[in-house]
């Protein structure tokens, strides 16, 4: 039996952000492959929720998308999360832990590598 279709309740991403997003070069390749063909935005959750902030958004390509429920997807994700985000950013959604947790076990993210996952 194959995987159940998932339900996708994430908010959309507001038009402001859409439109930064779409002219910062990064998010048109995946942030693991570093693909440039059939791109999509992933939401990564912050302590469960949803948060419509720049450094939540990961540039995915879909093979790599639909595998975001994976645990070593889903943990690759955090951690260019992280990465990404800004020590205010880090303290704000206190995600000090993970991020020390994180960095320790996979370095820095280069945006210019290519990940095998």
């Keep these: 039996m194959g995987r159940a279709a998932a339900v996708s309740f994430m908010k959309p991403i507001p038009p402001k952000l859409r ?6 070069p990064w998010y048109h390749r995946c942030a693991i492959t570093g ?13 469960g929720r949803q948060y419509s902030e720049k450094f939540c958004i990961i540039p995915l390509s879909k093979k790599i998308h639909d595998r ?8 690759r994700l955090e ?11 880090i303290k704000r959604h206190r995600l000090e ?21």
Excluded at 19 to 24: A, F, G, W, Y
Excluded at 35 to 47: G, L, P, R, S
């Design 79 to 89: 951690w260019i999360m992280v990465c990404r985000a800004s020590p205010e950013e």
């Design 97 to 117: 832990q993970m991020a020390g947790y994180l960095t320790k076990k996979y370095g820095r993210y280069d945006q210019a590598a290519r990940y095998k996952i």
């Design 19 to 24: 439109q930064e997003m779409d002219s910062d």
């Design 35 to 47: 693909n440039f063909f059939a791109i999509e935005w992933h939401h990564v959750k912050v302590n």
């Design 68 to 75: 975001a429920y994976e645990r070593a997807v889903k943990e």
